[in-house]
């Protein structure tokens, strides 16, 4: 993709972001229709499927080419990454819009032959929105993110992470996942792996460690992340593969080695 391509793309879609949320916020306070998925905590409300179904008419019909790889069934089947495909979560962190209606994200990545291009992460109550062009750096609004601070101590790191690390799981060792949760200087949990990406790129959280995530939750921070030097890995430290579910290690890439070596490969069951 060259860089004419991608900015005519990059407009596009912030447009298309911008009113997607404007619609959200408009209709915070109107009753939601709640359905469930996998079990009954699994939500998903009219709003994800309309949200995601918006993006996908556009989409589709201003490149008819592109593909979609999202949440909501309004995508494409894809079996490979070749082209240009657009990684849509309509809205990030669907519990906390239903139960706080603030404290959740519209997330896309946009991705060339496997590589990120463009990522987009719109926190909608807030009207905050992180983006970033491959090679051009990464922003919160109009201002310029700057490079992670490598040179941030251990004992002083603040990591995101949700509660499944600490009860029993299949993936680690509780019990030295809860030395790591002493050994930092604090622990987050958001609910919303998108707006952890952004936190993380922004750097108010410098590690953000998941035991399963889609890629519409990854593809986006991915792209914002590795603007200001970031690392996103398996928490084994391996490459992701985006077509799939996968465990997500992400943030300063120094504090990253450090927990990946010490912590989860020793948890490792
Ligand atoms: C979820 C959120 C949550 C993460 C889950 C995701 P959704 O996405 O990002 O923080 O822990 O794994 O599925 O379902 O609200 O889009
Ligand atoms: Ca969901
Ligand atoms: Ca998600
Ligand atoms: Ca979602």
Known sequence: MNKAQRDTIFSQAKQWIYE????????????????????????????DRSTEAFFAKNIKHTYTDHLILSEEGYGDQLDSMDGIVWIIDPIDGTMNFVHQKRNFAISIG????????????YDVMEDVLYSAKKGEGAFKNNERLPQLNRGVPFHQAMISMNHFWLCENRLVEEKRMQQLVK???????????????AYVAEGIIDNYLTLSLSPWDY?????????????????DGDNIDMLSKTSVAAGNPVIQEKIITDYIKQARK
């Open 20 to 47: 997607a949320g404007a619609k959200i916020r408009e209709q915070i306070h109107t009753p939601l229709t709640i359905d469930t998925k996998s079990n009954p905590n699994d939500l998903v409300t009219a709003m």
């Open 110 to 121: 946009i991705f060339n032959d496997g590589v990120g291009e463009i990522g987009f992460i």
């Open 183 to 197: 050994d930092v200087r604090g622990t987050r949990t958001y609910g919303s792996a998108a707006l952890e990406f």
């Open 219 to 235: 593809a986006a921070g991915m792209v914002i992340v590795n603007e200001v030097g970031g690392v996103t890995t398996t928490i």
